[in-house]
């Protein structure tokens, strides 16, 4: 007998792979870890720059930092490029692309990495404090350079405890918080565990639990900088009590 089965179109599933933002397939489908629901990951990033509040049900995700309850969902990643053809080879293409055009304005390629002490590949703390020891954790995650300086002129009288590092440029995974910053710095310069830094953007002292990513977004970007790579400064703690 001749199968009768109903023959499935990709419309009769796009309710569950386009994005509620943009309205075209989802990219790099991201989930909201409180409410469940899927994004573009550009698109539910650059809604985070304006709003804690989830588009689609309007639940609060997190009081100040809602980057972090975004998670990337693999799967339904590879289910959308198998149901839509031709979506991943022409998603690769404009991330080439735009890699390519990131490196040619925001660099000098080798010569400008090799001047500076800027690694390759991975990063200074990629290789010992990435939120992890191994070399290849985060790998695959998007990569930020970060140049790492030292405010001496307000450290406290007669504490030069901080100094400059070897190596003020760094390139590691976007999701790396400024507590695993912290804890580079403190390795590097050699800092007892009780010792407190203050990591500042733009003169503002930044939390703990914020990324690398975060802080980008909405301290770097918008305040107007398009240099690169992203300035950090640190400096001892000040106690104001």
Request: net charge negative; charged share 30%; proline share 4%.
């Amino acid at each position: 007998m001749a199968a009768t089965g109903r023959k499935h179109f990709v419309r009769d599933f796009n309710h569950f792979i386009t994005c509620y933002l943009c309205r075209g397939y989802l990219i790099k489908p991201t989930t909201v870890t409180e409410c469940l629901h899927t994004f573009c990951k550009s698109c539910i990033v650059q809604h985070f720059e304006d709003s804690n509040d989830c588009p689609r049900c309007g639940i609060q995700v997190h009081e100040t930092n809602p980057l972090e309850m975004l998670r990337l969902d693999n799967t339904l990643e590879e289910i959308i490029f198998k149901l839509v053809p031709g979506l991943r080879e022409e998603e690769e293409q404009r991330e080439l692309e735009f890699w390519r055009r990131n490196q040619k304005e925001n660099g000098q390629g080798a010569l400008r990495r090799q001047r500076f002490g800027l690694p390759d590949v991975g990063g200074e703390a990629g290789g010992e404090d990435d939120d992890g020891g191994d070399e290849d954790f985060h790998r695959s995650d998007p990569q930020i350079a970060i140049c790492l300086d030292c405010l001496r002129n307000t450290a406290p009288s007669g504490d030069s405890s901080v100094s400059d590092l070897m190596k003020r440029f760094i390139r590691c995974s976007s999701r790396v918080t400024v507590g695993t910053i912290k804890k580079f710095l403190s390795l590097k310069l050699k800092l007892p565990s009780s010792y407190e830094l203050d990591v500042l953007c733009n003169g503002e002292i930044m939390g703990r639990d914020h990324t690398l990513e975060f802080i980008y977004m909405t301290r770097w970007r918008l305040h107007g900088e398009n240099t690169y790579p992203m300035v950090l400064e640190y400096r001892p703690r000040i106690d104001f009590g």
